[in-house]
Each structure stands twice: as C-alpha cells, then as structure tokens.
C-alpha cells in the first residue's frame, strides 16, 4: 500500500549527479536505477544503486537523441530505442547487442499528403496563440491550396505548397520545409584564406590566412602573398572554382603546390569543413570588434556578441563581462545577427543590477554587492537580422529602460516557435502555439522595435572593416 500523505514533503533525489536525462527504468527487486544521461556528448546507460549510492556508467551508447527504454516480460533485459535503432541490453552482464528490424510497406503516397496536408491545416487552426490569426481567415485558404496537392509531384514540391498556405498568417516561426541527406553530395572544403580577387594569373594568391586555419601552422611557414597553384596535382586554373577542388576533401591529407617568390614548394594540410571555417571566421570578427572597441575608448569599455539565446552564450557573456571588462566603465552588447533561443530573461536580469552595497576600508574597497550582475553602464547592438527571442531582447532593453540601442529597426519576431517533423519525417512545419504581450497588452509579433540610434553600415564601408554601427554605439556609452 502507498503512503501518499506528506507525499510533497519525502522527495528524494535518486542519482549523485547533476545531468541531462532521457528516460529512466527501475528494476524489479526495486534496487537498482538505470538511467539514460548525457554530461557533455552523448546519452549513455548509467546504474545507481539505491541503497550504497554506488553509481556507475553501465554501457557506453553515445546516443545523440537519447531514448526510450522497457523491460522485457521478466525485467531481465531492456530494450533501448535509440538513434533510429533497437537495442536489447542485459543489464546484469553489461552486454548489449542490435536487434534486426527488416520489413517492406506498400505506401499510398497520395492518401499520405493528403492526411499530413490535413494535419498540418487543423493542428493550425487548433493551436495558434490567438483566435483572430491577426485577421486572416484561415478556415477560407484551405480549399484554396487542397486544389493543388494533387499536382504535387514530390516532397519538395509539398513542403513549398505548406509554407505558401502557412505564409499567409504573415508571421514568424511559421513555414515548412524538405531535408533530404545525400551522403555522396557534394561537400566543399577549405583552406581557411582570403584571396586576392584582382589576381589574374595561374592558381591563387592567399591575400589572408584565417588564424588556426589549416595554413596557419608555424610548420608550414606559409605568408600571405604565396600562390596556390595546384591541389593534389591538379593546375588550378582560370576560371574554374576553387570549390571544385576541394570537393569532399575536409578532413583528408591534401598536398597544396604553393609558389613564393621565385620558389616552389609542396605542402600537406588537412582542409575543413564550410561549418568549421564560419566558426574561425565568426571568431576573427569577434575579436576584431574586441580590438576596435578598445581603441575608440581609449580602454575604457569592453564588447561581447550574443549569437544566440542559449546557455553557452550566457556562460561566455557572463564569464567576458564580469571577468576580463569587470574593470570597465561600460559594456558594448552586440545581439546583431542573434537567432533566438530563450535568454531575455537572464540577460534583462544581469545588465539591469544596481549597486547596494560596498566591502570597503577607508582607502579601498575590495567588492560590492551584488556582485553577480552588471552594475554599470551598458548600451547594445541591434539589426534587421535579430529574430526571435533577439527581438525579445531588443524590446525588453528599450521597454525596461536598461539601456540604448543602436543599428536597425527589429522585426517584430519575439513569438515561440513550435516545430514537429510530420511522419515523413523529410518535412518539418511549424506555427507558433504562445505568442508574447508587453504590458499594454499588445502582441509583440509584427510590432517591430525601432533604436534609439538608427544607423546604417554602408557596404562600401563594411567590406573596408568599417563598422558604423559598432562605432555609434561606442561614441553614445562614452558620452552617456
């Protein structure tokens, strides 16, 4: 018989540990908790004993998308759904082994479309966060675009007809779209250079090696002004893509024939991948910007970007602002380009600390309080590229009064999204369940937010390394 008296009052955590679960089995004599979790990488079979609290990996899975698990009929094995497979486990040996699925379904594509067609009209009309759809009438578009999906020849023709029905909600987080993976596509690598446009000659001529790029390596000794000539033995000539030759070849050992000067030398790197170099290049703006704004201040303020509301970001701004500039009069935010996620919150939190209280002697004070947020003046970035929750973050800085902004006019895109890959699962759709209100009581989608400092970076400038906005900011928080 179960006692559920007081039953709020006898909670109990039951791991050691801290971590990302998944799902979790106890076994039949009750003794033993196994788990799914993941710390850093993976999902993997953890054990606690509930008694000792002796807790243990029991088998390395390093499930990407965790799982579902469920004894058997004697809860002697587990059966694990995971990562598009099935796995049965013997917890008591520690042995796992794959459990062979083949099967053959005859498909009605057509009767397919059609339920998912449905689907995806009345799950709209179920879940949108407001019953007046902004104005549209949404029940009218239905019969409008069912005309077309007989015509529909392919998924990619289907996801296009769902987002043109989807578009006319006017909208963000709103749209469908095809993914089709094709191991043997094509995948361009690279070299992580700049190169010189106005060369004309034979090969190419590094104008810029991207810092711990694959040429930036003190073996290789390479310099900007060197001519890549050949890739593995193939001239690389006029008018032909570099892209071509390096074609799946990230990751690969890759002999580089490189011209300097008057002489002639053969290199071995390991080219990257496209992600791989957005990364280093994201990385030399950052610190580019870094190093401008300390120049235009003379030292005296500091700079973060947040490229998304997410917690990584957060520990990064947070480790930034209250470490290396905790000596800085002011702090540069920079949110331009910023995706989204959920961090308003926090971040409103953090910039918006007013300082109560100081540890001092008469002649120095050695901390004050809070001493967990930032206490002094910040002013912040913003564009026409915030979506989501950068639009939150734009509006809650102007509408809080924690600081300026600078740049571009924001979209009005501070809406939850809701997102749900349909059983053929090549096509993803979304329209957003909970939309946000400021206290007025007027829906934050489509009212977009405008700054305090509306500049605009030329082109003609930002391809030179001028950044107008950036340096608009900096002159305003000086001047504040």
Not at 107 to 133: C, D, G, I, P, Q
Not at 174 to 180: E, K, R
Not at 432 to 439: D, H, L
Request: glycine share 10%; charged share 25%.
């Amino acid at each position: 018989m179960l006692n559920f008296d007081d039953l709020a009052l006898r909670k109990v955590k039951l791991t050691i540990h801290s971590s990302n679960m998944s799902d979790v089995l106890l076994s039949k004599d009750g003794e033993t908790l196994y788990y799914l979790a993941r710390f850093e990488r993976g999902f993997n079979l953890w054990s606690t004993n509930l008694r000792t609290k002796e807790t243990k990996m029991l088998i390395p899975l390093n499930s990407t998308g965790g799982g579902s698990m469920q004894w058997d009929k004697e809860q002697k094995n587990i059966f694990l759904n995971t990562d598009g497979r099935i796995v049965k486990i013997d917890p008591a040996a520690s042995k796992q082994e794959s459990i062979g699925i083949n099967g053959e379904m005859v498909l009605n594509v057509a009767a397919e479309r059609a339920f998912m067609f449905e689907h995806v009209w009345r799950r709209t009309k179920k879940t949108f966060y407001t019953a007046s759809f902004h104005g549209v009438d949404w029940d009218s578009y239905k019969p409008d675009y069912l005309q077309f999906l007989p015509h529909v020849g392919n998924n990619y023709e289907f996801a296009e007809l769902l987002s043109e029905m989807l578009g006319e909600l006017n909208i963000s987080h709103t749209g469908a779209s095809f993914n089709s993976i094709n191991p043997n596509g094509d995948q361009t690598a690279s070299l992580g250079a700049f190169y010189d446009q106005n060369y004309t000659g034979a090969g190419v001529r590094i104008e810029e090696i991207v810092k711990n790029g694959p040429l930036d390596k003190a073996s290789l000794n390479l310099q900007a002004g060197a001519i890549i000539e050949a890739i593995d033995g193939e001239p690389i000539v006029a008018g032909r893509d570099l892209a071509q030759y390096l074609n799946r070849k990230a990751g690969k050992n890759t002999l580089l024939s490189v011209l300097e000067g008057t002489t002639r030398r053969e290199l071995i790197v390991k080219p990257i991948s496209i992600g791989e170099e957005n990364g280093l290049l994201y990385r030399r703006w950052v610190l580019r910007n870094q190093a401008e704004v300390e120049k235009l201040s003379n030292g005296q303020l500091g700079y973060v970007h947040i490229p998304g509301m997410n917690d990584g970001a957060y520990r990064t701004t947070y480790e930034d602002v209250m470490g290396k500039y905790a000596g800085k009069k002011g702090i540069v935010i920079d949110t331009r380009f910023n995706g989204g996620g959920d961090l308003v919150a926090d971040l409103a939190t953090f910039l918006s600390g007013k300082k109560f209280m100081d540890y001092t002697t008469d002649t120095r004070s050695i901390g004050y309080e809070p001493n967990f947020r930032w206490t002094k003046p910040s002013i912040s970035l913003v564009n026409e590229a915030n979506y989501s929750d950068g639009h939150c973050y734009a509006f809650a800085m102007q509408d809080q009064k924690i600081g300026k902004l600078v740049g571009q006019q924001v979209p009005g895109t501070c809406t939850f999204a809701s997102w749900e890959a349909l059983q053929d699962n090549s096509i993803r759709w979304g329209v957003p369940p909970v939309g946000v209100k400021a206290m007025n009581g007027k829906y934050l989608e489509n009212w977009p937010t405008e700054p305090d400092i509306k500049v605009w970076n030329e082109y003609e400038l930002v391809w030179k390394g001028k950044d107008q906005q950036l340096e608009a900011a900096v002159k305003a928080l000086l001047g504040d």
